[in-house]
């Protein structure tokens, strides 16, 4: 079972992403999503969560290794410098803004979209990768239940 608190559930669902990324052997292999290979996985998750944070709560994350040069490299910094945001009194009554979801407290944002991506996207790198695909069973059920209502 994942810690309930977006801080602590982010630092676990990211320690196993952050396993994946360090098991990884071929970047270049083929992942579940089409188009794809394993470095796109990590790239996906770099790329669109600054944007998200920075025009929904005014927030830039400081600039992460380039993937295609340092995808480990990459992952670590991003994901310490939102940890970092999540673990931060200060930050706790933030709010995003975004024309699809309305007002919702920061850690709360951070934790429905980019903390859930992580998670279902670990399973992509796991498999495209030959790595451990297991999910944790009551998360992975919490968000499909989420998702079966949309």
Not at 36 to 65: C, K, N, Q, T, Y
Not at 82 to 104: E, F
Request: charged content about 20%; overall charge negative.
């Amino acid at each position: 079972m994942l810690p309930d608190s977006p801080a602590e559930r982010h630092r676990s669902v990211a320690a196993t992403f952050a396993a994946r990324v360090a098991g990884a052997q071929d970047w270049e292999a083929s992942a579940p999503v089409e188009g794809w290979v394993a470095r796109d996985v990590v790239r996906h998750l770099i790329d669109w969560f600054p944007g998200f944070l920075a025009g929904g709560a005014g927030m830039e994350l400081p600039a992460s290794p380039p993937v295609d040069d340092d995808p480990v490299g990459a992952w670590h910094h991003q994901t310490e410098a939102i940890q970092a945001i999540l673990d931060d009194p200060a930050t706790a009554d933030r709010m995003l803004s975004n024309p699809y979801i309305g007002q919702v407290p920061l850690p709360e944002a951070i934790d429905r979209f980019y903390t859930a991506d992580v998670f279902m996207h670990t399973w992509d790198l796991a498999h495209a990768t030959g790595q451990d695909e297991r999910l944790d069973p009551d998360f992975s059920a919490e968000l499909l239940a989420g998702m079966e209502s949309m």
